[in-house]
């Protein structure tokens, strides 16, 4: 019996070696392109993790992996788009053309980390996922929801799955270390996180998406059936049952909504579009789920105009800024969705509801109306009504900013670090030859637009242990014997330690 028993582990052991390699081909055979970014972001990273690499090399690197972040639900919908042309000619062309976007985009798409390239590339990211699910729905035949939810399964597993995985090797390396008072390399267990993810999870998530039509994988469970039906819509249905009584509350006071108003009805109302979204397969199964299908697109359009109305006011006064931009789209595309669902024919509602989801994101990133050029046209025409009001820019040398209202200092203030965070100062509309050093030094642009007397210097480490610095000024964390410093005016320092001494030069002289 012992000996049987040993045959059984060998081949159960062998079996799941087997049922690993299998498992590890048909990830590859459902997204090949997309299993070898997933290798080359988990190199990357390990790489970018040591910290120990020029600047320039580590900024090209980190590049390569954003742009291979984006190309991993692009490359997907590439392989599904040659896959339904494999009998074609035109089979090789959708993986020309996410060859060439990704490379374009590599040289053109990220000049930097800023705030534009970074939202650009999520909202493109999340653009081509919903382009994905849209396509296979329509190929298939299949509801969107069902394929949606199942999509979003398969990456609460996939997480499930991380966590327990890279748990139990974290715990395994940590008591391995503590009991034999042996310390792990630098930053290990972040590394064992990116193998797992990179190399084991993307695995098992890829090998969920099969290239053919698998009906019982879409079918909804019943714990989201009852998590919709006797959860979510009573919580929507009270809250909005709140949004109503202040409804009423503004009638009876005589005064606009404003403020944080329009964030709670956004949430709010993405959260009952998404509900609305994944309700539709089952929507006739039960009474309340009818009810509620049938009648809440109306019920929330009240608290949706309360809601626009609190954001023009916000944007009438401030104008546009991205945040605000994005803040608008979302509120359109609650509210387009909800129109869909009124008068839409019911049974594909939700590629309507796909389709403006993936039109909008692509607008709000990469049109001439996108959230960026209506940013700036907004803050720029704020700026000029405020120049033309006190002719600043005519006497900069002369003006003294605490002759203007305290409302219109602080905007100007607020307009030029706007530009100064998110884009440049180039991209203010400013009369050629303005001294844009001198406007900066006048409004204290340097110190931030809500208190210009106070400033301060945030500065975050890495395994950095707290000190106790009494009786010190300053304190500084030097990780390099040499480094060179450059200030927002253009001027560089060049800092370095020589023995004992810690030296600052200014173009060469101490």
């Known amino acids: 019996m012992k000996w049987q028993g040993e045959a059984f582990m060998k081949i159960n052991v062998k079996e799941r070696l087997k049922g690993a390699v299998t498992g590890y081909k048909t990830a590859f055979f459902n997204a090949p392109f997309a299993m070898i970014l997933f290798g080359i972001i988990g190199v990357l990273s390990l790489v970018l993790n040591r910290r120990d690499l020029d600047n320039e090399l580590s900024r090209s690197l980190e590049r390569i992996l954003w742009v291979c972040v984006l190309g991993v639900p692009l490359s997907v919908l590439a392989d599904r788009i040659a896959y339904s042309f494999r009998k074609k000619d035109l089979s090789l062309l959708p993986w020309l053309a996410t060859a060439v976007f990704l490379i374009l985009y590599y040289f053109f798409g990220l000049p930097d980390f800023s705030m534009k390239p970074m939202t650009r590339l999520v909202g493109l990211f999340f653009v081509f996922l919903a382009a994905y699910i849209l396509f296979q729905c329509e190929k298939w035949k299949i509801d969107h929801a069902k394929y949606t939810l199942y999509i979003l399964q398969r990456l609460f597993f996939a997480g499930i799955y991380t966590l327990v995985l890279w748990g139990g090797i974290f715990f395994t390396f940590f ?32 090998y969920g998406l099969p290239k053919e039509k698998q009906d019982p994988a879409y079918e909804i469970p019943p714990f989201i059936t009852t998590m919709l039906s006797y959860i979510l819509i009573p919580v929507i249905l009270a809250y909005t049952a709140i949004l109503y009584l202040y409804f009423i509350r503004l009638l009876i006071t005589f005064q606009w909504p404003e403020g944080i108003l329009g964030h709670l009805v956004l949430w709010y109302g993405l959260v009952s579009a998404a509900v609305m979204f994944f309700l539709k397969p089952f929507a006739e199964d039960r009474k309340i789920t009818r009810l509620f299908y049938g ?39 609650v509210f387009l969705s909800m129109c869909l669902f009124l008068f839409n024919n019911r049974e594909r509602v939700n590629r309507g509801v796909l389709a403006a989801f993936v039109i909008l994101c692509f607008v709000s990133v990469m049109s001439p109306f996108s959230a960026y050029a209506v940013s700036v046209r907004s803050q720029n025409n704020r700026f000029r009504m405020l120049e033309e009001k006190y002719q600043f820019l005519s006497r900069i040398d002369t003006f003294n900013p605490d002759t203007m209202e305290d409302q219109d200092r602080m905007q100007v203030q607020s307009i030029l670090w706007y530009f100064e965070q998110n884009h440049s100062l180039e991209s203010l509309n400013l009369p ?16 931030g637009p809500y208190d210009p007397s106070y400033r301060y210097i945030n500065v975050t480490g890495i395994d950095t242990p707290v000190l106790d610095i009494q009786g010190y000024d300053y304190l500084l964390g030097m990780y390099a014997q040499e480094f060179t410093l450059e200030s927002k005016s253009g001027v560089s320092y060049k800092a370095q330690i020589q023995k004992t001494d810690f030296v600052i030069q200014k173009e060469g002289s101490e």
Request: net charge positive.
């Open 432 to 447: 050629k030859g303005t001294d844009k050093k001198a406007l900066r030094s006048l409004f204290q642009v340097d110190t």
């Open 175 to 206: 008591a391995f270390s503590e009991l034999m008072d042996m310390e792990l390399w630098n930053r290990a267990y972040f590394d064992i996180l990116i193998v797992v993810v990179c190399y084991i999870t993307s695995a098992y998530f890829f």
């Open 295 to 333: 009648y809440f697109p109306y019920v929330i359009l009240v608290p949706l105009v309360m809601m626009f109305i609190s954001l023009g006011i916000r944007i009438r006064a401030y104008g546009f800024t991205e945040p605000r931009y994005f803040t608008v789209i979302a509120g359109a595309w």
